[in-house]
Each structure stands twice: as C-alpha cells, then as structure tokens.
C-alpha cells in the first residue's frame, strides 16, 4: 500500500500526467477542426446549390431565347401565313428532328385547332383553352404555359407559343413549342457535372410537383409528388434555408433548399439539394478519427518515453542532490554537489556574453537588410497586384465579348439562316435563287467563323463545366487541327476550383498547345492534370523537336518568343510556378503548378 501510494504521489507520474495534459489540447484542436470541416462542408453544399440554380436559371434563359428565335422565324416563315397545312407540317418536321429538346412543335388556328403538328395527329386536337395560346393571342407576345402533360404528346412538358401576323399586324396563327421535361432531365451534362457526388438535386413547384430531378431515376418521376409531404409544407413555409431530417428509410439527410422564381414555369419554384449526412460528413469524419489516433499514438509514445526518461533526465539528478544534501547535514562536508552535478557557470556566462553579443551585431544587420528588402518588396508587390488585375480585365472582356458573339450573333445568324432557307422554299424566286443559296453559305461560313472566335476568345465550357472538361476539349481541338495523336491523362476534380486558377491553368495550356502545333513538329502530344492537398500541377509533352531553352529564353528577353515568359508570369501571379524541360531533339515538356485557391492581395492593392 505504501508503495502504491508513492508511486501515485511521487515526481515521475507528475510528469507522465503533465504530458497527458499537454495533449489535450491536440484532442480539443482535433475536435474543432473536424467541427469546422463539418461546417465548411455545409457551407459548400449550399454554394454549391447557389452554383446549381444559378447554372439552371442561365439554362433556362438560353433555352426560352433560343426557343423565340426559333418560333420567331417559324412564325414569319411563308408556310405558316399562307395557312396551307402540308407546307406546315414538312416545315414543322424538318425542324423537329434537329431540336430533340421539344417533344413536339405545332400551328394553332386562332380558333384553337391545331392545323399542323410535328407529331402526327390521331384525331383533331383544340387548345383554345391553354394558357400559352390564350395569352400569345391577347398580348400578341411570346407567353409560357403552365407544366401539363400534352394532349398530343402525352409527354410532361410546357408550352411555348409565339403569335403569326401578317403585314397588317392581325394575328393568323400562334406556333408553339413543347419543351420535354424529360429530355432536360435526362441530357444536361453541365448540371450532372456540377452536381456533388451522392447528392441529389430536385426542382418542384408551388403543389410539390417534381419537375426536374437529377441524376435522373430509372424510372421518371417527372410530374410525380414529391415523397416526403413534411418536407413541401416545411420548403413552402421557410422559403430557403438548411434542413436535417430522417427519410423514409431511416437515413439523416440534409436538405439545402431555396425558393426562386423559373422561366419554364408560373410561380415560384423550389431547388432542392440533399445529401446523406454520412455521405457530406465522410471526409471530416474520416479525418479527425484519423487524428485522433494519431494524438492516441504520439501521446502513448511520450507517455513511455517519459515514463523511462524521467528516472535518467530528473529522478538521478534530484536524488544526487538529495544525497549530497543529506551527507552535508549528516556533517560530511567533503561532500561536494559538482561530483554529482558539475557546474560550469564561468563558462557558460561567457558563452552567453558572446551569443548576445553576436546576437546584437546579427539584429542590426537583420534590420538594415530588411529596411533595404522591404523597398524593393513593395514596388514588386504593388507590380505584381497591377498585373493580377490586367488578367482579371482581360479575362472579363474576353468572357464579355465571347459571350455577345455566340449569344447575340450566333443566334441573329441562325434566324437568318432559317429564314433564307424559308425564303429558297418560295416558287416565285426565279433566277435569285442562286444567289440566295449564295447568300446562305456564306452566312453558315460566317456563322462558323463567329463560333470559332467565341471558343478562341473564352470557351464557355470552362465556365460551365469547369477545368478538366474544357482542357480535354482544347488538347483534342488543337491536335485535330495540327494532326496530331493527342492523350489527355485527367484526374477527376472532387469540386470546382477557384475560376482564377481554373483561367490560369487553361492559358498556359492553350500557349503550350500552341507552341507545339507552331514549332515542335511532334507527332504525340501528352497532357496530364492531377492535383494533390496543396497543389494543382499541368504537364504538357511532346516527341517534337525540342529546343535550346537559354537560346529561347534570351529571345525571350529581348522581345521575341513572349510565349514562354506570358506562361511564367500566369503561373507566377497566380501563386504557383513553371519549369521547361527541353533539349533539341528531345521534345518538350512544360511543367506548371497553381495553388488550389486564389491568394488575395487586398492589402497591395489599398497601396496603389
């Protein structure tokens, strides 16, 4: 008992408790780490929500646009004016077998029959009482009916209707187009690319009616209630916000919803993303019990190491000095300490005089140097910023003007081109018609060419579908052009990265693919994106001619060959770095690396 007891009261096991106190505060740090991955976690679910609607609304705006632009040149077309119902349905079927997303486009009379239909007609329909038809005639503008499943169709879908005048502003007719909900279900890649692996996204309306669901079921459940009836009253009350419940099969979900108004659908409408909390928690929780074994181990290893070192590091000196003090009061004053503890205080005194000494002198040196650095880091840093923002600029203008082509002109020439196609169908064109088909290939040839630019400019694949996807299709795109045999090695992205670091690392790829098809000769051409915790790195290769990097770099310099120093500096301010590996004859291959997030230099630029 005894012995217990100074076991439990004595130096050694305050020192071993004292390390198991010391790793507390790993346990608690663990703790709130894995608390805040948890939330982070959360925080992007919801982002990339946000990410989600914002995508689909774009969609769905592109898709009413386009959906005018067609209507609109259907409406005009001299087969719908003249009323003549076979002109009607070869012009409606033609154009039904290149848009796959309507499930059918038709002409109705203002009196509500349909004079022509691209899905062959059963028996004579009347839509008199559709929204979309009574709104085209009453407002004599493009209207949007309420989700329905078509009397023709049969199909879960909405109509578009679009009002046929003629030259004295009287309506003739009202074409439409139904949108197949299920075929948008099915063929958004961008959408499904976007969304979270194990997550599912839903969009219902005002009733709890699913209109969208991705990824799509095997069996549709377009037009089907929403199962979980709490969840619509709770969606429907709250508008927008983060819910964690149990579902029908005992599982915990998170529910990120939001309330936002559609272009495809009267009211307001409810996106949905939600995701087991086993599934969004997985890496959090993988990580702190993997931390937390870690903590376990490295304490247990101090514990023994103490354990054993204290006797040796502690125990021996203090019951040296406990000997010593007890022959001193015993009266042995030949007893000294220094046999048990030598002392070397001179020494040791001049040891230290020395090292402040030197420590003063190093200090002022220390100073004078930064003083002197820290005039050339502001004027590099402040150059640094600028330059960031010039990228940014012309990225954003890049972005602008791809935009306006593929939107406003692509889609003005496509409406042209239909209606010259129109215009070749008339029998009363004579000796123009030559020089309307003429006409007609060159406006396809500048249709092509405004495509080209806008992809050249900024593909909108990278803005939608993100780094990986547009790198393939410019490696693929530029070898095709040159001939050349392309492999494009890409690790699948866990989620999007910073758009700036996304835009960096394309440029520097679509330079160095440029170089090879100018100047390497190659036959092969390699291009590998992989990222690891920190880090997203990019390698180029090619089996070309290679090239003397000092030769180039020295053109380089003096203002020839900007490429090589153009993809420097992207890396550069972008936070990463790049490197050639070259030698004539033996092919290149350009190495960059980008940080995973966008460093902001907020306090350079309040300098400026």
Known sequence: MRTMRQLFSGLRLRLVLLVLLAAIPAVVL???????????????????SQDLIQLADRKEDELIAGTRQLLRAVAESSQVLS?????CTRLLRSLFADYPRYANLGVIKTNGDVLASAVPLVAPVNLGDRVFFQSALST???????YQVGRITGKASFNIGYPAQDPFGLVQAVVFAAVDLDWINKSDYALEKLLPEGCTWTKIDGNGTILLR?????????????EEKSLVKAFLARKNGVLEMTDSKGVRVLYDFASTRSALVAGDVISILSVPRNVLFAEPDRMMARNLASVGIVAGLVLAIGWIGARYLVLRPIQALVSFTARLGAGDHSARAGTALPRAQNELRQLMQAFDHMAEALQQRETERQEAEGKLTQSRQRL?????????????????LARELHDEIGQALTATELNLQA???????????????ETLQV??????????LSLNLRPSMLDDLGLEPALRWLTNRQASLAGLHADVRAEPMDQRLDPRIETECFRVAQEALTNVVKHAKAHVVTVELSQNDEQLHLSVRDDGVGFDLARVREQAMLGARLGLLSMEERAALAGGGLQYHAAPGQGTEVHAWFPLKWAHPAVLVSTL
């Open 30 to 48: 663990t703790l709130h780490i894995a608390r805040q991955d948890r939330q982070h976690q959360t925080a992007a679910l919801r982002q990339r």
């Open 384 to 400: 640094q910023a600028l330059s960031r923002r010039l990228v940014e600029v012309q990225e954003t203008e890049r972005r602008h």
């Open 423 to 437: 215009l070749l169908e008339s029998p009363c064109l004579g000796t123009q018609a030559p020089r309307l088909r």
């Open 443 to 452: 406006v396809a040839h500048v249709q092509e060419q405004v495509h080209d």
């Open 83 to 87: 009323g003549r119902r076979d002109d």
């Open 214 to 226: 991705y990824p799509a079921p095997e069996k549709s459940l377009i037009g089907e209630p929403l």
């Open 140 to 146: 004599r503008e493009m209207s949007i009916g309420d």
